[in-house]
């Protein structure tokens, strides 16, 4: 039976409530006049009996705004209810990416802006603080831990978004401000116009993360709040160094291997990251591993002051990469890729999950993606444009209407030209022309190193694939531009960075084991 033993508390706030936004078609009534006709302060409530929480608002709450704070409410073991509607009958609360959708009811009626949604995460937080014992706060966000032993930073960070940011930025303060100087520093000397380069790529960033901001989360908002906080390092410039992989977008090549083709049987995937050698982001690599409430706890295999994901690999054996495949059918008005791939780890089990997560996101560029599942001993590489997605499994019966395409059993691999043929005919990628009809003969590097050489070695080495080969095979793929490099066959995984002239994959590999990172205390 469901024991109500334990804190009976309550509280009851009355606030302000943001400007009135009225839109009529085309026009929109100025804030002075709705302010005068809606209410201007609202109740907001919560009720804790033992370990149940109910928060009641004077709103209808969109069921993903309520799916969010249920979510950092069980962090303190407690079991939520979200109340809407109550003490007050307002307006609707959607997600911001939805409010410009007029064509919709509750878009119509969400009376209260575009970021009303953040306004009603932050009140069920303030209320949530008012409900729970220090000792439950304190036990819910453990200070988080540095380990320096192998070179590579590592941080074992556990508790809620902006608790790991707080102490991400903590740890590695120095680290993070050093490293911002260093990116911009970079990009000025790209535009030799004193004083005017700042201002042209301080505009660039903060217009392409405006237009991304939307797609990005409360929790992952909060998260590089946290990190801001605790660094020093301003919201503003973290949010341009995280709009920098969509502005800039990296190359790559990505491949998994499993069953008959490698020696064990063991699902092995290798991940390689080519960008810009000249920013020196491989400088600033660290391992951060995660464990939030309500989600899976994954290692982001990345760098300090940046909390997208690149590459990594998550507690079910989903490990993720991705290969910049330029499209002409590109937008910023999506969630942006390393966001993407980091709610792949913090919430998919199997590719089931992540082809899921694929179709009920918006996409931004083009891009290709190898996603392998060691548990399901299999992959499925997704190529993407911002209106198109197609999945490929290994030896698809699809690729071989491919004049282009490798088919190996137990294998899928990519570079950055796409299989499908109505993606490849937007691509701009190895030398496609999306002003010609029909698609182009992939052409460049890309494809004959990247694609072509990478099966070719996969289908040399059928059967013996294991960790060495593995290696020989991003090594021989790998570009000047690699900057990291990484092989996974969970729970362990090899991490290599560049140094010095050397791409990465022609450095020594470090091992670590994901499971004996879960198990630090």
């Known amino acids: 039976p469901f024991s109500l033993n334990g804190p009976w508390v309550s509280t009851l706030m009355r606030e302000s409530l943001p400007n009135v936004k009225i839109r009529a078609g085309w026009f929109r009534v100025p804030s002075w006049i709705g302010n005068r006709f809606f209410p201007r302060k609202a109740e907001f409530q919560a009720l804790r009996m033992g370990p149940l929480v109910l928060l009641a608002f004077p709103a209808e709450v969109g069921s993903e705004i309520g799916y969010e704070m249920e979510n950092r409410i069980r962090r303190y073991g407690l079991t939520p209810w979200i109340v809407g509607f109550a003490n007050d009958y307002l307006t609707y609360a959607i997600p911001r990416r939805y409010y410009p959708h007029r064509e919709h009811y509750e878009a119509r009626v969400s009376f209260y802006g575009k970021k009303f949604d953040f306004f009603l995460h932050q009140k069920a937080d303030s209320m949530m603080l008012n409900l729970i014992t220090d000792a439950e706060l304190k036990n819910a966000n453990p200070p988080g831990r540095l380990d320096r032993g192998k070179g590579l930073p590592v941080l074992i960070l556990k508790g809620d978004a902006y608790h790991v940011g707080l102490e991400e930025g903590r740890l590695l303060q120095d680290e993070i401000r050093n490293g911002s100087r260093q990116i911009f520093r970079y990009f000025r000397k790209q535009l030799p116009i004193p004083l005017l380069n700042r201002v042209i790529i301080a505009w660039m960033l903060d ?111 989903i490990s993720v990469g991705q ?79 491919v004049p282009y395409a490798l088919l190996i059993p137990n294998a899928v691999f990519r570079g950055d030209p796409a299989l499908d043929p109505a993606i490849r005919d937007l691509q701009w990628a190895s030398k496609g022309n999306p002003k010609r009809s029909g698609f182009e003969m992939p052409a460049g590097s890309a494809y004959e190193i990247r694609y072509r050489k990478h099966g070719e070695m996969v289908q040399q080495h059928y059967g013996e694939i294991n960790f060495e080969i593995a290696k020989t095979i991003a090594r021989e793929i790998a570009p000047g531009s690699n900057i990291q490099s990484v092989i996974y066959a969970y729970p362990n995984f090899w991490v290599a960075n560049a140094e010095g002239e050397l791409p990465a994959a022609q450095t020594e590999y470090v091992h670590f084991n994901l499971e004996r990172m879960a198990a630090t205390d």
Not at 230 to 242: A, E, K, W
Not at 305 to 312: A, C, I, N, Q, Y
């Open 323 to 401: 290969i910049g495949a330029t499209s002409s059918d590109e937008t910023l008005e999506g969630v942006p890729m390393p966001f993407l791939l980091k709610r792949i780890l913090e919430q998919a089990a199997s590719l089931e999950d992540v082809v899921r997560i694929f179709k009920h996101s918006d996409l931004t560029r083009g891009y290709n993606y190898v996603i392998a599942s060691a548990s399901e001993q299999k992959a499925v590489a997704v190529e993407a444009t911002h209106r198109h997605l197609a999945f490929f499994y290994d030896n698809d019966p699809r690729e071989a209407q």
């Open 207 to 317: 217009r392409a993360w405006r237009k991304m901001e939307p797609y990005v989360s409360y929790d992952e908002i909060r998260q590089i709040r946290g990190l801001s906080e605790s660094s020093g390092l301003s919201f503003r410039t973290l949010r341009r160094i995280h709009a920098l992989p969509e502005v800039y977008p990296t190359w790559c090549s990505n491949g998994a291997y499993w069953g008959e083709a490698t020696r064990s049987g063991q699902l092995i995937a290798i991940r390689n990251l080519d960008w810009n050698r000249g920013i020196g982001i491989h400088d600033f690599a660290a391992l951060k591993f995660f464990e939030q409430p309500n989600r899976k706890s994954y290692v982001n295999i990345g760098y300090y002051g940046f909390t997208g994901v690149l590459s990594g690999m998550n507690q079910s054996g």
